[in-house]
């Protein structure tokens, strides 16, 4: 009997960290045949051999390579390559994750294909229509038949909407099951060739502490006078604390084009590969951030992470865990991380079911879906 076959898609370097654990709790399983597939959304030449090896995965099955474009020029080409793919394999399922265009894009074709569609990150609303993530949030919810959850907001916003019980599944969160993962790996792993490895033991050896900065949200960044007032805030917790941003190319463009310097302690460096990453910001006194991804994982770990944005569409790491949303107020960004530098931050924990096995409860329920 020939096995049932899952296409699990990704279309971005953050997305294949969500499918790692999955595909590895897939060969676990043994019962489901599936494949990875790189709609190529995002050219990223950080994605090498070593960047799968590091996941514990194979490389990509298949890569369409429809990135580039507008939003709706890149949709339409995912959607049109996606399409001619499934037509010529059917997949008895298609598994999406997270919020970017390959995932809208793929969620519609399976459906009009009348493919079994699951939404892994279901469920996450920040109620911000801004936001082209939400909208694609609300529209492959909108669609999908399976809904793997990871927090209990998400639930709710689920229930809200019209969706049955049986088919909200609260599993905890596949990046929690990949960073426990890596963290494990980077405990055997020589880190000192890695890029910042020299301004980590420097901060540490000169008063034992250190910051990190990631910004790139457009409401940010793309505006000279938000940009500036963060940019203001940033320069005055560098007085106390080195801090070390590993900058995103439009971030940098726009900090050259609005003509603002960070000064003397802030470092600037370029993106980072994962392992590089997570060694820097995983020993940091504090994170200032606009990111999702980094506020989870933050609490996974118990860094304190401070969030600069009105909303988050992950409420749970501000209910329960290290993360404070600040806003974009440069006076309480300040004020803050000041908190934490006192020792006076909040002491978080880390949420129900973030336990490194989300993975596998996503192929348990989707083997009685399939099997």
């Known amino acids: ?78 959607m049109t390559a996606f399409e001619e793919l499934c037509q010529a394999e059917r997949p008895d399922a298609v598994l999406v994750v997270g919020d970017v265009n390959s995932t809208l894009a793929c969620s519609i074709v399976a459906k009009k294909l009348n493919i079994l569609v699951s939404h892994v990150e279901a469920g996450l609303r920040s109620g911000d229509m801004a936001m082209p993530e939400e909208i ?17 907001s998400g639930v709710t916003h689920l229930q809200r909407e019209g969706k049955p019980d049986s088919a909200i599944h609260y599993v905890g969160h596949v990046m929690v ?34 910051g990190v900065i990631t910004l790139h949200r457009p409401s940010n960044v793309d505006d000279a006078e938000m940009m500036t007032r963060i940019a203001g805030a940033l320069k005055e917790i560098a007085e106390e604390l080195p801090l070390i941003f590993p900058v995103h190319p439009r971030t940098l463009g726009n900090l050259e084009k609005f003509g603002i310097d960070l000064g003397p302690n802030i470092s600037l460096v370029g993106p980072q590969a994962y392992m590089s990453f997570l060694n820097l910001w995983k020993d940091a006194a504090v994170v200032l951030t606009d990111s999702g991804g980094i ?8 860094v304190p ?19 404070v949303l600040v806003g974009t107020d440069p006076v309480r960004i300040v004020a803050e991380t000041q908190k934490v530098l006192r020792g006076e931050g909040k002491q978080g924990r880390r949420p129900h079911l973030w336990d490194g096995k989300a ?6 329920v989707l083997a009685n879906e399939l099997l």
């Open 305 to 323: 992470c401070i969030t600069i944005r009105e909303n988050t569409e992950r409420p749970i790491t501000v209910e329960e865990g290290s993360n």
């Open 1 to 78: 009997m020939t096995q049932p076959l899952v296409f699990l898609v990704a279309g971005a370097r953050p997305n294949f960290m969500k499918i790692a654990p999955i595909v590895r709790a897939l060969k676990t399983h043994g019962g489901l045949a599936f494949k990875i597939i790189h709609t190529g959304q995002h050219y990223d030449r950080e994605m090498n051999d070593v960047f799968f090896e590091e996941l514990g995965i194979p490389e990509p099955d298949v890569f369409m390579a429809a990135g580039g474009g507008t939003h709706a020029q890149q949709t339409g080409k995912i």
């Open 136 to 152: 694609n949030r609300l529209v492959t919810d909108s669609i999908s038949d399976i809904f793997f959850v990871t927090e209990s």
């Open 359 to 364: 993975a596998e409860r996503i192929v348990e």
């Open 177 to 210: 099951d990949n960073l426990l993962y890596q963290v494990e790996k980077l405990a055997k792993t020589d880190t000192s060739d890695f890029e910042n490895s020299a301004f980590k033991t420097e901060s540490m050896l000169n008063g034992g502490r250190y």
């Open 295 to 302: 506020q989870e994982e933050t609490t996974t770990l118990g």
